[in-house]
């Protein structure tokens, strides 16, 4: 339990060391070109160390194009997003992705949806209204609906995402997983990097310590160390209770949020987010379909 309660702190403390890097000037390419470049090698050391058997090229390389588009698309639009809103807001409107999820699986994969899975669909989607609601009736001060907007569309790539890799990523190690994600998704900003210095605009890296602090903590505690703490855990644990247990992830966000960078929420989008991560935790009690989504989120680092 430990294990995955410091996995969630790590993954929500990524918000707020982002935003001491774009404080510094950084823009998100120069974060997560960083982030994933160094995260990916660390973790393909640990790999080669723990001689872990890799899979097939074929299989390798359809999930190296799903993490170069979809994980890609989620993380420039969830860094994207805490440049036009709060921190803590983007957190709980990412958390509305097993939502989507399941209807997505239900869509493409055919799986029913239950009573009790209706209920927590309901009660997420009434928390994700009340979260919002301000934003969209124009009474959310410092609050951009483009923000809210990419926020969104983090949550829909997400779930798109994981129900396309899911039929690929249980074949395969989650470490391995991890690292070709990571990797993939550092040659793709890498990539789409160089195409914007072609036209003069170049990637932004910190100015100073305090920035790079920041990309440090995105990199290092918010990905390596969280993504082995909660392997580490869930072994331990399995995936329901770790799955649970992870949705401390966008409290830790909204506290830090508050306590470092002074933003708060109104009463309604309190009780927005706790019906959305109550929906959550119900839907992780609802079976093994809906562990398998939670685990895939912790499993390829992010609400982000």
């Known amino acids: 339990m430990l294990l995955i309660i410091l996995s969630a702190i790590s993954f929500g403390a990524m918000s707020t060391f982002a935003r001491y890097a774009y404080a510094d000037a950084a823009d998100l390419y120069g974060i997560l070109i960083a982030r994933f470049w160094c995260a990916g090698l660390a973790l393909l050391a640990l790999a080669c160390l723990r001689k872990l058997v890799w899979p097939p090229l074929p299989l390798i390389a359809r999930l190296a194009a799903l993490g170069g588009v979809g994980y890609v698309g989620m993380s420039y639009c969830y860094f994207s997003a ?42 997420c989607s009434l928390g994700t209204l009340l979260t919002i609601g301000p934003t969209l009736h124009g009474s959310a001060a410092g ?32 470490v391995i997983t991890t690292v070709v994600l990571c990797l993939s998704a550092a040659a793709m900003f890498t990539l789409l990097a160089l195409a914007r210095a072609s036209v003069g605009l170049p990637p932004q890296f910190p100015h100073s310590a305090s920035g ?28 329901s209770q770790s799955s649970m247990l992870s949705t401390l992830e966008p409290i830790v966000t909204i506290g830090l949020a508050a306590w470092l960078l002074a933003e708060s929420l109104s009463s309604w989008q309190w009780l927005g987010g706790a019906l959305t991560l109550g929906g959550v935790v119900w839907l992780a009690g609802t079976g093994k379909d809906a562990e398998v989504v939670l685990q895939q989120h912790q499993k390829l680092s992010d609400a982000a």
Do not use: Q
């Open 143 to 174: 609050v951009s609906a483009i923000g809210v907007g990419l926020a969104l569309a983090a949550a829909v790539t997400y779930a798109i995402f994981i129900v396309l890799s899911t039929r690929i990523t249980h074949r395969i190690d989650p």
């Open 82 to 123: 805490i440049n036009y809103a709060p921190v803590s807001l983007v957190a709980l409107v990412l958390y509305v992705y097993p939502t989507i999820v399941t209807l997505l699986a239900a869509l493409v994969l055919h799986e029913r949806i239950t009573p009790i899975k209706l209920g927590a669909l309901l009660l």
């Open 212 to 239: 790079w602090i920041g990309v440090a903590g995105v990199t290092i505690v918010s990905t390596l160390v969280a993504v082995i703490a909660f392997f580490a855990g869930l072994k331990r644990l399995g995936a």
